[in-house]
């Protein structure tokens, strides 16, 4: 039995060997080279070809999505997922495959210095790790990936909102190499750019995009850039929905006053100042989420503006209604008085006579006209008198001015004030129509 021990653990020994063996043997010669020997002798701290001409930074992004795009910050928040790839012939290994290595690692390798020049805040992701990815192939090209969530400002036109098109931008930068030592390019032109097409934002569609290669101009020098342009239009339905329907049905309701009897003021000094209300408060509700900002009259204003105006006027139509109204009341009323004077001095044999400048003065029914002719000489008289002394005391006539009184009352008179509703139901409608098709034409056409 301890003869058969002994020989078993000498056999499970020389097998171990042997293997250990081979094992080593197979590391030396067919494992592709670890990073401490890609390692050895380089230095992160100095660009790829130093002395020898700039580096070649090609630039790929995928949009993942565009969380919230700001009106009043001029701004949207993107997270990307950013890949660069250059060569660096120092890490240069015999084979056809790549090395992918931890993100961690990122710190003994040189990588290029890109940053977004109109990002107002922006952080990488690092749940679970740092959101970074490091292969290195054969022949020295290292791809760089990384994740990031940036806040972009983007210089908006808003004189056509709701129904304006924005085009915004994302800039990619080096921030201290120059021309000189670093180049970007974009991998394969605009299809470097994805996940734009399948996007899907809340007010917005992604209209188009393309990429473009410029230079940035700064005191310190000339340094590469890369630009991708994409223009948003902004969906109007929801607008129309929200604000446009209710403030053409509130404008419709102003109109329900000019079929109102002008007696029954309650009911339609309710129905304007409510409106005018209404509209105060939606026109508020549509621009709290928009920047205050004089130098933009933004299209949805100017549409508020129009359908307030003519609420209001709706409102001023009535009044102007009921002022004649009462106007023509109170000339009825008089002229029911001098009616009923008239009746009862038939008793008595004289007439008032109402157009004289004299209103106590009567003439007697049963006169004769040599009689009639005496007095009206005589009150004639006494009125040139009594003109004279005026002029000479006041310098002007105080006749003339009741004259000039009475022709401006009659001009602004109505003698039937129930036309004006009759003409508001035909002419509101009507310019209000009219100015929606010049409104609709110059903002979706022009």
């Keep these: 039995m301890c003869v058969q021990l002994q020989t078993l653990l000498l056999l499970t020994l020389w097998l171990s060997v042997t293997q250990g063996n081979s094992w080593g043997e197979w590391n030396d010669s067919q494992l592709q080279p670890t990073i401490q020997k890609l390692m050895k002798g380089y230095n992160c701290y100095l660009r790829p070809n130093f002395n020898e001409g700039p580096v070649e930074i090609g630039m790929s992004l995928d949009i993942a999505s565009i969380d919230a795009i700001s009106e009043i910050n001029m701004d949207y928040t993107a997270t990307i997922f950013l890949r660069q790839r ?20 990122v710190s003994l390798l040189w990588i290029p210095d890109t940053f977004i020049p109109d990002s107002k805040r922006s952080f990488l992701h690092d749940v679970t790790v740092d959101n970074r990815l490091i292969r290195i ?22 004189t056509k909102y709701p129904m304006d098109r924005q085009v915004c931008t994302l800039q990619l930068e080096s921030w201290g190499y120059n021309l000189q030592d670093v180049v970007f390019y974009w991998t394969r032109g605009n299809d470097s750019v994805k996940g734009l097409d399948v996007l899907r934002l809340a007010q917005y569609s992604v209209e188009s995009y393309y990429t473009s290669v410029s230079e940035a101009v700064y005191e310190t020098g000339q340094y590469p850039k890369l630009v991708l342009h994409f223009a948003l239009r902004r969906n109007v339905l929801f607008f129309i929905l929200e604000t446009y329907v209710p403030s053409i049905l509130l404008v419709v309701l102003s109109w329900v006053s000019f079929w109102i009897s002008q007696s029954s003021v309650p009911a339609r000094v309710c129905i304007g100042v409510t409106t005018v209300l209404t509209m105060t408060t939606l ?6 989420s928009l920047p205050n900002a004089n130098c933009f009259i933004k299209a949805i204003d100017v549409y508020l503006g129009i359908c307030f105006t003519f609420i209001f006027g709706a409102l001023v139509e ?35 006579i109402v157009g004289s400048n004299q209103p106590n003065q009567s003439v007697e029914v049963g006169s004769t006209a040599e009689e009639l002719t005496e007095q009206s000489a005589n009150s004639t008289t006494r009125n040139d008198v009594l003109s ?31 036309n004006i509703d009759r003409h508001a139901r035909t002419v509101f409608p009507t310019a209000f129509l009219f100015v929606n098709i010049l409104y609709w034409l110059y903002y979706l056409f022009l």
């Design 86 to 105: 250059w060569r660096d012939s120092r890490l240069v290994f015999p084979g056809n495959e790549s090395v992918s290595v931890d993100g961690r690692l």
């Design 283 to 288: 026109m508020m509700g549509a621009r709290s």
């Design 318 to 352: 009535y009044a102007c209604a009921h002022f004649y109204n009462m106007q023509n009341q109170t000339i009825e009323d008089v002229y029911r008085d001098l009616l009923r004077e008239f009746c009862e001095s038939n008793g008595n044999g004289s007439i008032p």
């Design 388 to 418: 004279k002394e005026k002029v000479s005391g006041q310098g002007c006539s105080l006749s003339s001015v009741k004259d000039m009184s009475r022709r401006a009352a009659s001009t602004f008179t109505v003698e039937n004030p129930h």
């Design 137 to 158: 192939f054969s022949d020295g090209t290292v791809l760089y990936a990384l994740r990031i969530t940036a806040t972009i400002a983007c210089n908006m036109d808003l």
